[in-house]
T-cell receptor
């Protein structure tokens, strides 16, 4: 199993550009989520999905879109990048039937917006 | 209001000693779960331990134990016999769900632990 994969690992964008962060998991997990991590702020939930075709907003959804057309993939789209979106982005997946195993995290994408 | 509070931004411990990292939580949901994660300087998130709100006993995983005090809404992580490799950021997280929650965990701001030789 590859677990949770994220691409790219690093990205530099100019203000106003758009891009998609990719996330895929091969564990057949129903739940997937996107977090951003900023210094001193912990991980904040952007969007999440409890199954294919179902998405919802987290704590900090503005400026981001998601879709979940398959169980495996959960891409995060930045519509018009802003310097405030400079952050490390983590994708995670979990099996709701076994909460004691926690979430599986991808390695993260470090995004810089200039 | 923050659902997960970690009041210790930084902690120091001597190698081989035990250390407690504090976590308090706020929920009205009778069914919830509490997690601890470790994030070393390499950046990956490593799941350590889980406690369910209905679990009668405190969770343990090797050198990690969770001191769960339900009435005080605290879920402190205890690391016994600290090792240099324990130096990392530690995050407490909570999953709610029964009363409209998302079942997706929310995280505290973290505690930085440094283990001295």
């Amino acid at each position: 199993n590859a677990g949770v994969t994220q691409t790219p690992k690093f990205q530099v964008l100019k203000t106003g550009q758009s891009m998609t962060l990719q996330c895929a998991q091969d564990m057949n997990h129903e739940y997937m989520s996107w977090y951003r991590q900023d210094p001193g702020m912990g991980l904040r939930l952007i969007h999440y999905s409890v199954g294919a075709g179902i998405t919802d907003q987290g704590e900090v959804p503005n400026g981001y879109n998601v879709s979940r057309s398959t169980t495996e993939d959960f891409p995060l789209r930045l519509l018009s990048a802003a310097p405030s979106q400079t952050s490390v982005y983590f994708c995670a997946s979990s099996d709701p039937g076994t909460p004691s195993t926690g979430q599986y995290f991808g390695p993260g994408t470090r995004l810089t917006v200039t | 209001a923050q659902k997960i509070t970690q009041t210790q931004p930084g902690m120091f411990v001597q190698e081989k000693e035990a250390v407690t990292l504090d976590c308090t939580y706020d929920t009205s949901d009778p069914s919830y779960g509490l997690f601890w994660y470790k994030q070393p300087s390499s950046g990956e998130m490593i799941f350590l331990i889980y406690q369910g709100s209905y679990d009668q006993q405190n969770a343990t995983e090797g050198r990690y134990s969770l001191n769960f005090q339900k009435a005080r809404k605290s879920a402190n992580l205890v690391i016994s016999a600290s090792q240099l490799g324990d130096s990392a950021m530690y995050f407490c997280a909570m999953r709610e769900g029964q009363r409209g929650g998302s079942y997706i965990p929310t995280f505290g701001r973290g505690t930085s632990l440094i283990v001295h030789p």
